[in-house]
Nanobody, 125 residues
Framework: QVQLVESGGGLVQAGGSLRLSCAAS????????MGWFRQAPGKEREFVSS????????VYADSVKGRFTISRDNVKSTVYLQMNNLKPEDTAVYSC??????????????????WGQGTQVTVSS
């Protein structure tokens, strides 16, 4: 069983930056593909980004490409989402997710086995 705990959310003005963290329990973190998703009020959950266990591959939603960067530290069992040039439409609850797949990028929520509780990101205009 893997437990995921997000942190780093908050209120920021448009154009600002935030870095989200997702700390994982367990000793095999490097074998997990990790992802970030977000859900705004009244909208469906949306894929944001994914990274393979070795960090050799990443993928981003078009809406965040060039502004967000996913990374991971396998020694600390933590995945990060650096969010720059934030826009009001980025406002959502951001959740991290994980699945033991070693080297496969995953972009659909149903493909992940483990989820964090989420952290709120609010971008004011």
């Amino acid at each position: 069983q893997v437990q995921l705990v997000e942190s780093g959310g908050g209120l920021v003005q448009a154009g600002g930056s935030l870095r989200l963290s997702c700390a994982a329990s367990g000793r095999t973190f490097s074998s997990y593909t990790m992802g970030w998703f977000r859900q705004a009020p009244g909208k469906e959950r949306e894929f944001v980004s994914s990274i393979t266990g070795s960090a050799s591959s990443t993928v981003y939603a078009d809406s965040v490409k060039g502004r967000f960067t996913i990374s991971r530290d396998n020694v600390k069992s933590t995945v990060y989402l650096q969010m720059n040039n934030l826009k009001p439409e980025d406002t959502a609850v951001y959740s991290c997710a994980g699945k033991r797949t070693y080297s496969t990028l995953l972009t659909r929520a149903r493909e992940y086995d483990y989820w964090g509780q989420g952290t709120q990101v609010t971008v004011s205009s």
